[in-house]
């Protein structure tokens, strides 16, 4: 017996591929297909028909939780000898002997009426299926096969499946084999499946400000913003030269910050104000935390990659010798050791990067000896006046954990007479290479965990009249500044706050307390369903 029917389709999104003209890097990114589990208690028993949609190939539709009824759906009755059902599309289930206990209608049907929604910074790469009765349990696994359009999968990308359980909550099959263009996977139970991309959406904090000596400060600043790009640039009046006019720089002091909508491209930068006895500190501040699953296959290898593609600190100063006025303390004694090591620093920039790791509860994420996973932090500072410039690397003061640097001295090219100046009036400095900074979590539990970068940009200027100063987290030309990317990661998107760690109360040392109370269980053992933490939190 075999049975067949067409629904209508409905109102189907544009599809949904690589924007034309991108620049952004290849990301290593999740790509999933995801089947859901229905409640048993639905019906879907497909009709009969004549005509099946036997296309081969995916249709690149975008197929959201709001519902698409498909072209074709395809059925056949499976008894306990076991069989193979063709879909639309080349969507198929092979049902093995003895899966099934007596005759039932198995239907594949290209719709995503009723499916549940998709997760944060889900991107479909093909039409959605419905492989029913939904809730169907199977005795031994049955193999399914859909699928995707390959020229919508990211360069880079490491497919996988996802399904949800009963309670319509996303987890992961490990039995999944790809070829070119489809996914294969063994399942015990039935419903939707789609291919898709799941893309990183951070939550940002940023912040833009000019500061003053005495302590004043004007600026502006976001909290917890996530999805879409993040673009911001504030002018805080005119600046005789603008370092950055060149390449479409407005004369002017900005400050400037940007994260792109998936969070894997992001910089900061900030122009010094030209205001030497008022505000006279400009500093871009962005802090980006990004929460991800990790859940690898057994052999599968587990990464993490930060690449600072480009920084650089640049000054001009054509004012001449400085004055006592802006160092009194090199106008002492000049025979005087205090004299003559007295900083003079009129004009700096400075460029700080750092990069932790955190367990989803907030404390630090700690190796099996008790050592940092990912605990990175440097500072790179240029400063001085006309005729004396310095340059050094450092790290930030730490309260707990030891840091490591993200780079050193040697990292960097110090030319203090750059574009043709001569007496030390132009200097710059900048990296000589990408550095890319790789962490392997392999030997992490399984589990999820938080990554929080910091960027920060800040130029000072004390000298005014013919001098300017910039600091870059950034490539000149703005295209980019720090680079994600991961593998055997899933990130876990929308406004996910890592919760503070518990404190453990001290062991009792002095037996039972008779005057404390007794708790009473009404029964001797409980069982219930493991619940993930949300989003894609699931593992079984």
Avoid at 113 to 129: E, I
Avoid at 292 to 301: L, T
Avoid at 420 to 436: E, F, M
Wanted: aromatic content about 6%.
């Amino acid at each position: 017996m075999h049975s067949q029917r067409r629904h209508q389709r409905a109102t189907t999104a544009p599809r949904r591929g690589p924007r034309a003209g991108s620049s952004r890097p290849a990301r290593l990114l999740t790509c999933w297909l995801l089947l859901s589990a229905c409640n048993a208690s639905e019906q879907d028993t497909p009709g009969t028909g004549a005509d099946r949609d036997a296309a081969g190939a995916a249709d690149g539709g975008d197929q959201s939780a709001a519902g698409d009824a498909g072209p074709g759906a395809s059925a056949a009755v499976i008894g306990e000898a076991g069989g193979t059902v063709l879909g639309p599309n080349g969507a198929k289930v092979v049902i093995p002997p003895g899966a099934l206990a007596s005759d039932t209608l198995i239907a594949i049907e290209r719709t995503s009426l009723g499916a549940p929604p998709l997760p944060a910074g889900a991107v479909v790469l093909g039409p959605m299926f419905a492989f029913t009765p939904h809730g169907t349990q199977f005795a031994v696994p049955v193999t399914l096969s859909i699928p995707f359009d390959p020229g919508l999968l990211p360069a880079g990308a490491t497919a996988a499946l996802f399904k949800t359980n009963a309670e319509q909550q996303w987890i992961q099959p490990v039995d999944v084999v790809l070829d070119a263009n489809r996914v294969v996977a063994q399942v015990t139970s039935f419903s939707w499946l789609v291919g898709g991309v799941v893309l990183m959406q951070p939550m940002r904090n940023w912040s833009l400000t000019l500061t003053s000596e005495n302590g004043v400060t004007q600026g502006k600043g976001g909290v917890d913003d996530y999805g879409g790009d993040l673009r911001k640039r504030s002018h805080f009046g005119g600046n005789v030269f603008d370092l950055d006019l060149a390449l479409g720089g407005d004369g002017s002091t900005s400050l400037e910050l940007f994260s792109n909508e998936y969070g894997d491209n992001f910089w900061v930068s900030a122009d010094a104000p030209n205001d030497p006895l008022g505000l006279n500190t400009g500093t871009s501040t962005l802090l980006q935390r990004q929460t991800f699953a990790k859940d690898a296959k057994e052999g599968e290898s587990a990464t993490l990659q930060y690449t600072i593609t480009e920084a650089s600190l640049e000054a001009v100063d054509f004012n001449g010798s400085v004055l006592p006025t802006e160092c009194p303390a090199r106008f002492g004694d000049p025979n005087s050791l205090a004299t003559i090591l007295a900083p003079c620093n009129p004009i700096a920039v400075v460029v700080h990067f750092s990069l932790q790791a955190y367990e989803f509860n907030g404390g630090p994420l700690l190796d099996s000896s008790g050592v940092p996973v990912l605990k990175v932090s440097s500072i790179a500072r240029l400063h001085g006046h006309h005729g004396d410039w310095q340059f050094e690397v450092d790290q930030a003061p730490s309260t707990d954990y030891p840091s490591t640097p993200a780079w050193l001295e040697g990292a960097f090219e110090f030319t203090k007479d750059s574009a043709g100046s001569t007496g030390q009036s132009h200097p710059l400095v900048k990296l000589k290479r990408p550095i890319a900074l790789e962490v392997n979590l392999s030997s992490v539990d399984d589990g999820w965990f938080t990554i929080v970068a910091r960027l920060s940009a800040t130029a000072y200027n004390r000298r005014g009249k013919e001098s300017a100063a910039i600091a870059r987290l950034r490539d000149p030309l703005k295209v980019g500044g720090v680079a994600v990317s991961f593998t055997g990661l899933r990130p876990i998107n929308g406004p996910v706050t890592p919760q503070p760690e518990v404190a453990m109360t001290a062991p009792c040392t002095t037996g039972a307390n008779s005057a404390a109370g007794v708790l009473q269980l009404s029964a001797a053992t409980f069982a219930m369903a493991e619940q993930p933490l949300g989003g894609l939190g699931g593992t079984g």
